[in-house]
């Protein structure tokens, strides 16, 4: 069973994550090769994450509801 700190923390992640894409779409130029491929890391990362922290979400909501 998840607690409410474990889910708090895989939304944490998920908003670093999240940063991190932001941040490095505003300090470098996307559209060059190798800080495209950087930036697709970043956002592969991220969304690995925000499965994560949803998955974590709903299982802890359906705990509470069951």
């Known amino acids: 069973m998840l607690t409410?700190?474990?889910v708090r923390?895989?939304?944490r992640v998920w908003d670093d994550a999240h940063t991190?894409?932001?941040d490095y779409?505003?300090?470098n130029d996307v559209l060059d090769p190798n800080c495209w491929m950087t930036w697709q890391d970043l956002i592969e990362t991220e969304?690995?994450?925000r499965t994560q922290a949803l998955t974590a979400i709903?299982?802890?909501r359906g705990q509470a509801q069951g």
Do not use: D
Request: net charge negative; glycine share 6%; hydrophobic share 50%.
């Open 9 to 11: 923390n895989a939304m």
């Open 58 to 60: 709903n299982s802890y």
């Open 20 to 22: 991190a894409v932001h």
């Open 47 to 49: 969304n690995m994450a």
């Open 4 to 6: 409410i700190a474990e």
């Open 25 to 27: 779409f505003g300090n």
